[in-house]
């Protein structure tokens, strides 16, 4: 498409200045939406520093990477939006994690409810437990640290201490955790004490899992934890016939312990994280 005659250079400058009236102006556009010539005449008078920033406010807004659910919903909740995105690149608060850690436990809590009064029921309920206890352990070992964490460099490099951003993502997994626990405990059979076992347990091997990591690797600490809380527990079973041993009154006075020492050992050596990259 061409046109037969140009804008004269005056009203271009007036344009530019942003001098011209509303009717001219808009007439003008629609001829420069044809005309080559009159926009090649336009250019050298555009404003640079007014182009330069609504070109870069057009790249950043193109580049910048949409906010997923988690960090949607974190902002909504009003965290501010560096520990928002922080939170969001959290390998274990994702929504595919959430699906997974909800599908096991559903899947267990299931086969405890159909397997009530057989034979089976003691082993259903105690794979549950173990579950639901061990659901933010594994969250834990991947909310932070190198060949786990995707951002991990950059969470060493932020303004954020290392130990807070540690501490703020295993508090969002062990919540998260919790809550897909707690609604999975719903399908157990009958709604008793047993539906909540599990609850000090995850709490004292998610804080003995980062009381462990200001010596090792987190991921590293939590197989550590997670197999060694295995092995005892199976153990337990064993040895006094009854499936759920390691979840009775012993077992919760020691979850209990283990949280009083973890958060005394947090309290002391939380600046171990600190800078850490771990080979």
Excluded: K
Excluded at 99 to 112: I, K, R, V, W
Excluded at 123 to 141: D, E, K, Q, R
Excluded at 233 to 243: E, G, K, R, V
């Amino acid at each position: 498409m061409s046109t037969t005659w140009h804008a004269d250079p005056s009203v271009l400058a007036l344009y530019a200045a942003q001098d011209l009236d509303d009717v001219r102006a808009s007439s003008l556009e629609a001829h420069l939406l044809a005309c080559e010539h009159c926009r090649e005449a336009l250019a050298p008078m555009a404003p640079t520093q007014q182009m330069d920033a609504m070109w870069n406010g057009i790249a950043s807004a193109l580049d910048a990477p949409h906010p997923g659910m988690v960090e949607q919903v974190l902002l909504r909740l009003g965290v501010r939006g560096y520990v928002a995105r922080l939170l969001a690149a959290t390998p274990s608060l994702r929504l595919s994690w959430f699906l997974a850690e909800a599908l096991a436990l559903g899947s267990a809590a299931f086969a405890a409810h159909h397997a009530s009064g057989t034979d089976a029921a003691g082993a259903s309920l105690f794979l549950f437990l173990m579950l639901a206890a061990l659901g933010p352990v594994v969250g834990v070992a991947a909310a932070f640290g190198p060949g786990v964490d995707p951002a991990y460099e950059i969470g060493i490099a932020s303004p954020m201490r290392s130990d807070r951003l540690l501490f703020i993502r295993a508090t969002a997994v062990l919540i998260a955790s919790i809550l897909i626990g707690g609604t999975a405990s719903l399908l157990l059979p009958g709604l008793d004490r047993t539906m909540a076992l599990w609850l000090l347990p995850a709490l004292g091997l998610t804080l003995t899992t980062l009381a462990v990591a200001t010596w090792l690797r987190p991921i590293v600490a939590a197989c550590a934890v997670g197999f060694g809380w295995l092995v005892l527990a199976t153990a337990a079973s064993i040895a006094t016939t009854d499936p759920l041993a390691a979840f009775q009154v012993l077992g919760q006075v020691l979850s209990t312990l283990a949280i009083v020492t973890s958060v005394l050992v947090l309290i002391q050596r939380h600046s171990a994280y600190e800078g850490r990259i771990p080979s």
